[in-house]
DNA sequence: CTGACTGCAAATAGTTTGCATGACG
DNA sequence: CGTCATGCAAACTATTTGCAGTCAG
């Protein structure tokens, strides 16, 4: 069991939720891997092993997994609504593969200068901000240049 | 007629396709506003002046500006699919009131340094980023405090 | 004129809800 | 044991597709 898998199921039960193994195969599912999972994804990776798990569940794990902030989304990826296991740090952005979903974490992004120029400009109070960047992956761009040679 | 609809307007018809009175008046309330609008938020818009339009029709001509790049999508906002007109400048990335939707641009991000680290970090061909910072205008946030006061 | 465009209705995909049963703590 | 969680089916929302009539160029 990797470090964020364990936690995970710690923070669940601290905000008072109850530890099924229907959770526990949910999060099992997105700790699994280093893509980031659309709700179809984590059912059917759910589904191979523990077939008698409905897709509502997943659904329902999503939305207290969200709530919990034990998860976070992308959006570059395509779907508005894939999901990562949320890595120990905190606060943190995610650069996407584009071929294969792998997501790599950073957490300086340097932006709280841009931030504060944008605020004077604009008189926002800037709350937060949403970064992402997509690219290819080492493997993937090998895998590409391949096929195109 | 603002700018944008204009250029708008012309580059539907050099992207090859026509000109209808449909695609003129989404094309109009996309761009009468400086909120990120959703389909169904744009077809209500249209559906007040011109109340023979379909929301099919919305959706195809959605489709075909962001085809041709004449609409960008903003994600910060809640909704995956809030479409802006996109502004004559090229690269740019917006600055988005949570309460009421207006949407702020700015094109100097600054995160070629950072990309640049990324890429050299990770190995990963980047491709591109998503930037948007959420926060709240200061007309909201001035309706905030007197509501808490 | 003619192919592209529209509106309608119906199909499909994605997500949520109600309810009876089951199981964590 | 009580309550929260699950699975099913059904409801609902969002989006796409097929088709016959219409219109911009």
Redesign the interface.
């Known amino acids: 069991m990797i470090y964020s898998e364990k936690i995970t199921e710690q923070e669940l039960r601290r905000g008072g939720y109850k530890l099924t193994p229907q959770r526990r195969a949910i999060i099992g599912a997105i700790s699994g891997t280093q893509e980031h999972l659309t709700p179809a994804a984590i059912y059917k990776r759910v589904h191979r092993k523990h077939p008698s798990i409905g897709l509502v569940t997943v659904y329902r794990t999503i939305d207290i997994l969200a709530e919990l902030d034990l998860i976070c989304e992308t ?2 990826g395509g779907s ?1 609504r894939s999901y990562l296991m949320r890595r120990p740090s905190g606060h943190h952005h995610h ?1 996407i ?2 071929e294969c979903g792998r997501v ?1 974490d ?1 957490t300086d ?3 709280e200068k ?2 504060r120029r ?2 004077k400009e ?17 493997e993937c ?1 090998r895998k590409q240049k391949e096929k195109n040679s």
């Open positions: 959006h570059a508005c650069l593969c584009s790599v950073f992004c340097g932006l841009l931030e944008l605020s604009t008189s926002f109070k800037i709350n937060g901000h949403l970064l992402e960047f997509i690219g290819q992956c080492l761009s």
